[in-house]
């Protein structure tokens, strides 16, 4: 299992051939990468600070993969999320899961996305032509977490 929170981008192919690499008992493996936008809510996004809580935030998003462990067969799991100054079309997190099977896989890579965007410490300020904003957390990212919770 790897957590990091990082200012460094990421290397997608590299994080999954290292998690791959050796292993035959992998027969999925489900990811997501998120990027930044160049536009929200209406306005154009010249660059996102994303901050963290050192220390915290990491111990958040092991909880969550330790929680994806428990509810499905999640063999191993990277997840990277960047913090600092990003601008659009820069990574900004990227979740890893490996399994034996494609629908723990990829049931587990979206409960830790959902997870992670409504329960990890992370804040973001968006620039705008207007100035700057903090982003809010969406309602739909909240509905998204609530249908794990049967």
Not at 48 to 61: A, D, I, Q, R, W
Not at 87 to 106: E, M, Q, T, W
Not at 110 to 115: A, G, K, R
């Amino acid at each position: 299992m790897k957590i990091s929170v990082q200012t460094e981008d990421f290397d997608f192919g590299a994080e999954c051939a290292a998690m791959t690499r050796g292993r035959t008992d992998i027969g999925a493996v489900a990811s997501f990468v998120g990027l930044v936008r160049d536009s929200n809510d209406g306005a154009g996004i010249s660059r996102m600070t994303l901050e963290h809580y050192p220390g915290m935030t990491e111990k958040s998003l092991e909880e969550i993969v330790e929680q994806a462990r428990g509810r499905w067969d999640v063999m191993d799991a990277t997840v990277i999320h960047r913090v600092g100054e990003l601008k659009p079309g820069d990574n900004i997190v990227l979740v890893v899961v490996a399994s034996a099977h494609r629908g723990d896989a990829f049931a587990a890579c979206e409960f830790i996305m959902d997870y992670l965007k409504t329960r990890a410490p992370f804040w973001k300020k968006e620039e705008t032509p207007e100035g700057g904003r903090w982003v809010d957390a969406r309602e739909s990212d909240d509905v998204a977490a609530e249908k794990w919770e049967t």
